[in-house]
């Protein structure tokens, strides 16, 4: 399966815990992107890299959050002290391609914060 | 605020019917995607229109990307309960490539 992987598929937590979600890309894509997505929304953007740099951070990402991309390869993002609201679709997609914008998405990371 | 406007955000329709998504907004996109997708999984891929007036088939969906890139719409002819689904439209920032999601239509599809 050469698509875009996500680890854990569910994640629950007990409010305050510390919790890391992997994503691993389609091997090609230099463009990796973080969404999130609540019950009945489109994902929002969070984050992206192009190989190791992250290049831009939305302002929903507060300073509870941080991504990481060390190789270029893989990513992960933690969230610290987790809160209820935090709960959602963790979503990755990779990109190869500026110029069209289509990104594959991986099937998802659920958190749910009790 | 919301960049990207869906409607209608629910349609139940039968089997066989025709159908059409919109996808409506105030700014102007270099590209716009349509996604699909199902309960607890990410938003699977169904087209990408990159210029302005374009027109992609894929099998019985017609998607349109308008002249001034800044709305779109998905067209179905003849239902089925398959296409049954959370369909998503999202524009394209050039300069980062980032996606700005509507907030979807859920489409039912019943025999």
């Known amino acids: 399966d050469t698509g875009v992987s996500q680890d854990p598929r569910h994640k629950i937590t007990k409010r305050g815990q510390n919790v890391t979600f992997r994503c691993d890309p389609i091997?090609?894509?230099?463009?990796l992107y973080w969404y999130r997505q609540t019950l009945g929304q489109g994902p929002e953007f969070l984050t992206y890299?192009?190989?190791?740099?992250?290049?831009?951070k939305s302002r929903l990402l507060s300073d509870r959050f941080s991504a990481e991309r060390p190789k270029g390869s893989f990513s992960t993002l933690e969230i610290q002290r987790t809160e209820q609201g935090d709960s959602a679709m963790y979503l990755c997609?990779?990109?190869?391609?500026?110029?069209?914008?289509?990104?594959?998405f991986g099937p998802g990371t659920r958190l749910t914060v009790t | 605020t919301q960049l990207l406007e869906q409607s209608p955000q629910f349609l139940s329709i039968q089997e066989g019917e025709n159908l059409t998504v919109y996808c409506n907004s105030s700014?102007?996109?270099?590209?716009l995607q349509w996604y699909r997708q199902e309960p607890g999984e990410g938003p699977v891929l169904l087209v990408t229109?990159?210029?302005?007036?374009e027109v992609k088939k894929l099998k019985r969906l017609t998607f349109q990307f308008g002249d001034a890139r800044k709305d779109s719409s998905l067209h179905i002819t003849a239902a089925q309960p398959g296409d049954t689904g959370l369909y998503l439209c999202?524009?394209?920032?050039?300069?980062?490539?980032?996606?700005?999601f509507g907030q979807g239509t859920t489409l039912q599809v019943k025999p």
């Open positions: 997609a990779s990109s190869s391609s500026l110029l069209t914008g289509e990104q594959y």
């Open positions: 091997s090609e894509h230099n463009r």
């Open positions: 890299f192009q190989n190791e740099a992250q290049l831009e």
């Open positions: 700014s102007v996109f270099s590209s």
């Open positions: 229109v990159v210029t302005g007036g």
């Open positions: 999202a524009g394209a920032r050039s300069n980062t490539g980032k996606l700005i």
